[in-house]
């Protein structure tokens, strides 16, 4: 009798349906090399672990072999005194790219002595995530020439294919989705089993069929089935690290936006820069999460976390840890799970929410009033925050769009030094048309000339009053545009559902 659990199996080495990775012959060559360490890096859940274990068994190699997780404690303590043993046998280390720099440092530097002394008793076998070795080099840089790197690719089709039909063999059946598993699957294995038995288990097929069996399942059945089950333990980890340290709905939302991002991933990885540079009108509030270590820090001390996705600092990359997981965020509805945390909205034509306009000398409350505002998420336009991106770039043509569309409102600081000032000039040349849409906030200052602003009196704005507290003025300001902002999105949103229903009604008529 041949069980559905021995033959789609969603936990340890597969007996049915174990498939050669296409880097299985690299790797059988690289276990065979004495006293040459191994990296083995890519995306969770595609067999780097099961090949490593099949290929050390089909040597005979599976005697003195110790197998290690960075994220157990217990393992930690061992994997720190490994340098001080003549002798270790194979040592595999799972999930080493968790390890802290210290640990890293004394692998890499091991690393070299094993393979500088060619032993032939002891070797190191290192599994992470993509691009993982990265860190190990970071410390030693000839440390690529003295250690093999086998990359795991995403799984292709036809090799999933392949496990699937292991499967079918084993059991007698044939399963009629068995594309649309391939499809949802992702070139992951262990997505491939859980969606195979979970297809099986609906039709009653428990174990081997006497006689081939037609097995007929809805895909969309068994996909709900599975995202409802995921849901109990991935729903609140996707809520936490989507709403950062605490909501701010009325944000550009750049932890949520990462995660989605990181759904469309082919290879379950996003690098910072990269994502920022395609999708400018959330680069402000990314680079804010980023450069500030806010993104950093949220993983590491979020032990919801912690175990499904992971950011290395040094490369800058965002990945998956969970194959389960990376299967949840990867079928849910974006739009109505960032309604359901609490986002008003997702959609964002705009690159900038606010832009700043000011002379020189009220640089302290527009930096006061900037600040605020990249810490509630929204983006603005403050000279010295992208003083860098305008390096060697025509000023005139990288400021002009930003006053005169790039920006949802223009906050305009009038004192008595903004007309004097050749910059201040420019930009209200910019977006001077723009006070008919109501697009532009004037913050007059009480000390300005009699007369001066006339013009903008007949728009609402806000008085700064320079005799008072800059600071508690500052975050008065800052909680008017936010609340101005906050209606804006509100109204967006409603126009967007409203059309929405407009639509379907019209399909349906």
């Known amino acids: 009798m041949t069980y559905l659990e021995d033959v789609f199996k969603t936990s340890g080495i597969p007996t049915y349906t174990f498939v050669k990775p296409s880097e299985y012959n690299k790797l059988i060559v690289s276990l065979r090399t004495q006293g040459r360490c191994l990296v083995i890096e890519g995306p969770s859940g595609i067999g780097k672990t099961t090949s490593i274990t099949k290929a050390i068994e089909e040597l005979g190699l599976n005697r003195n072999v110790y ?64 691009k993982a070795g990265d860190s190990l080099v970071k410390f030693a840089s000839d440390l690529n020439n003295r250690i093999d790197t086998i990359k795991f690719e995403i ?26 598993i ?25 174990e081997n069929e006497d006689t081939l069996k037609n097995v007929t399942v809805s895909i969309e059945i068994i996909k709900e089935k599975v995202l409802e089950e995921f849901s109990r333990t991935f729903y609140s980890k996707a809520r936490d690290f989507s709403v950062g340290s605490k909501l701010r709905r009325e944000g550009r939302a750049p932890y949520l936006h990462l995660l989605f991002w990181l759904s469309q991933s082919n290879d379950w990885t996003i690098q910072m820069d990269d994502v920022m540079s395609a999708h400018p009108a959330l680069k402000l509030s990314v680079n804010q999460i980023v450069e500030k270590g806010y993104l950093e820090k949220l993983i590491a001390e979020n032990k919801n976390l912690n175990d499904v996705i992971h950011y290395d600092s040094n490369s800058k990359i965002l990945s998956i840890e969970d194959p389960k997981f990376y299967f949840y965020i990867r079928n849910i509805l974006w739009n109505k799970f960032a309604s359901q945390i609490g986002f008003i909205s997702i959609k964002f034509d705009k690159n900038y929410d606010f832009a700043l306009s000011f002379a020189g000398e009220n640089r302290e409350l527009a930096a006061y009033i900037s600040d605020l505002l990249l810490e509630k998420q929204l983006a603005v336009f403050y000279d010295k925050n992208e003083q860098y991106r305008i390096l060697a770039e025509n000023v005139e043509d990288y400021l002009a769009p930003i006053y005169n569309s790039e920006a949802q409102y223009v906050v305009v600081l009038l004192s008595n030094d903004y007309p004097k000032k050749i910059w201040t000039k420019f930009e209200s040349d910019n977006f001077k048309k723009r006070f008919g849409d109501n697009s532009i906030i004037p913050i007059w200052y009480s000390n300005a000339t009699p007369g001066l602003f006339d013009e903008t009196t007949k728009y609402g704005g806000i008085t700064f009053n320079v005799d008072d507290d800059l600071e508690s003025q500052a975050i008065q300001i800052v909680d ?22 407009i639509e379907q009604k019209l399909e349906s008529e």
Do not use: W
């Not at 039909?165 to 068995?178: Q, S, V």
């Not at 294995?189 to 039709?203: N, P, R, V």
């Open 155 to 180: 799984n292709t089709d036809e090799r999933v294919e392949e496990l699937i039909e292991k499967g079918e063999d084993a059991l007698g059946i044939k399963i009629n989705t068995k594309k649309e």
């Open 67 to 130: 197998k290690l997780s960075a994220r157990k404690k217990e393992d930690r303590d061992m994997i720190q005194i490994l340098p001080e043993f003549k002798d270790i046998g194979t040592v595999i280390i799972d999930d080493f790219h968790t390890l802290d720099d210290e640990y890293k440092l004394a692998l890499s530097d091991y690393m070299k002595t094993l393979a500088d002394e060619e032993r032939e008793t002891s070797k190191l076998i290192l599994i992470g995530i993509n």
């Open 182 to 206: 391939i499809e949802l699957s992702r070139g992951s294995f262990h997505i491939t089993q859980m969606l195979c038995k979970e297809t099986c288990i609906y039709d009653n097929v428990l």
């Open 480 to 501: 008017n545009l936010i609340l101005k902002i906050t209606e804006e999105r509100v109204k967006i949103k409603q126009e967007e559902e409203e059309l929405a229903i």
